[in-house]
């Protein structure tokens, strides 16, 4: 059983992954470089080039970034436990509909997604101890 600390720590440490993962998708010009990488790293790992992706394509990937960016700044300002909590149901999520979209289309660019995701997910559900004054 973690100790409440030691969870605040994984919190931070998830946050801090989303910040560094996501930041590429908050802008249209940061997407459009990342969406270029990300293809080149899918073709050298045996997949085919990434779709195109038309502005309203762009709109969503920038959202999603916009948000998720938030998202890790609080936990990053606050990493509570009941952050870790709701994180980690957003990272299931988020497996589960990556995993769908590796069904449908081969691309073994999201493996490097999926686990990172599906790790941070689970080790958030673990079991914490709370501790006075622990939030």
């Known amino acids: 059983m973690l100790t409440a600390a030691n969870f605040r720590k994984i919190v931070l440490g998830s946050a801090v992954y989303d910040l560094i993962v996501t930041a590429p998708f908050a802008t249209p010009w940061t997407f459009a470089a990342a969406h270029t990488q990300l293809s080149a790293i899918n073709q050298q790992l045996g997949g085919t080039a990434l779709p195109a992706f038309t502005p ?60 990172p995701e599906l790790s941070w997910g689970v080790v958030q559900w673990l079991p914490a101890r709370s501790l006075p004054g622990s939030r």
């Open 56 to 115: 309203f394509h762009v709109l969503f990937a920038c959202l999603l970034g916009s948000v998720v960016l938030v998202w890790a700044a609080l936990r990053i300002s606050d990493p509570q436990v009941r952050y870790g909590r709701f994180d980690g149901v957003a990272r299931l999520l988020f497996t589960t509909w990556m995993m769908w979209t590796l069904n449908a289309t081969g691309a073994p660019l999201l493996w490097l997604f999926i686990v």
